[in-house]
């Protein structure tokens, strides 16, 4: 059972690019996540997709922007690049479970650069 | 907001050393609480988890109690081992917005 996949694993862009990071989740999860992660700081909710909605944001700006397609799958994409915006790229997936609450599987991530 | 508050880092222990790393947090309503790890160059792995007061969460030797009261939620493991070493992320999700604190590296010698 393959787990959650990102690609590309590493990008590097410069100041102003555009850029899509995909991920797709592990065999039978319906949700998708995303979360940026700073070098030396913990990961911060950047928005989270359900049934191809998004469900929750958290503080980010419109220049981050998803979408979740009918086989789950998810994009992450952010416009008008800046240099702040150089992190690792988490995507987490998981199910509801019957009595509530979920669990949540990483990637491995995808590596910006943006110089 | 909600916010999450680690022991800074990084930890170092000998092999089988106790283990305590400090988490308390501050959540509006009763927030799930996890212990997350992350080896070098992977992703995060769910280690262990409390949906409650008093809920104790364990995995791999690792233990975490769920302290309403001091809103905390510790992470020890009795022995380390060297390939305990990694990133430890405490985390809480309130309502659907999950919230990590910074991370606290822990490094075991031999």
């Known amino acids: 059972d393959a787990g959650v996949t990102q690609s590309p694993t590493h990008l590097i862009k410069t100041r102003g690019q555009q850029v899509t990071l995909r991920c797709s989740p592990k065999?039978?999860?319906?949700?998708v996540s995303w979360y940026q992660q700073a070098l030396g700081q913990g990961p911060q909710f950047i928005f989270q997709?359900?049934?191809?909605?998004?469900?929750q944001r958290g503080n980010f700006p419109d220049r981050f922007s998803g979408h979740q397609f009918p086989n789950y799958s998810s994009e992450l994409n952010v416009n008008a690049l800046l240099l702040g915006d150089s992190a690792l790229y988490l995507c987490?997936?998981?199910?509801?479970?019957?009595?509530?609450?979920?669990?949540?599987?990483f990637g491995p991530g995808t590596r910006l650069l943006v110089l | 907001g909600d916010s999450v508050t680690q022991m800074e880092g990084p930890v170092t222990l000998s092999e089988e050393a106790f283990l305590t790393i400090n988490c308390t947090y501050t959540?509006?309503?009763?927030?799930?609480l996890f212990w997350y790890v992350q080896y070098p160059g992977e992703g995060l792995q769910l280690l262990l988890k409390?949906?409650?007061?008093?809920d104790k969460g364990s995995n791999k030797g690792f233990e975490a109690t769920y302290r309403k009261e001091t809103t905390s939620f510790h992470l020890e493991k009795g022995s380390v081992q060297v390939s305990d070493s990694a990133v430890y992320f405490c985390?809480?999700?309130?309502?659907?917005?999950?919230?990590f604190g910074r991370g606290t590296s822990l490094i075991v010698h031999p």
């Open positions: 987490a997936s998981s199910f509801v479970l019957a009595g509530g609450g979920e669990t949540q599987y």
């Open positions: 065999s039978g999860h319906d949700t």
């Open positions: 997709y359900y049934e191809e909605e998004e469900r």
């Open positions: 959540a509006t309503g009763y927030p799930s």
């Open positions: 409390a949906t409650k007061a008093d």
């Open positions: 985390a809480l999700e309130g309502s659907y917005i999950p919230t």
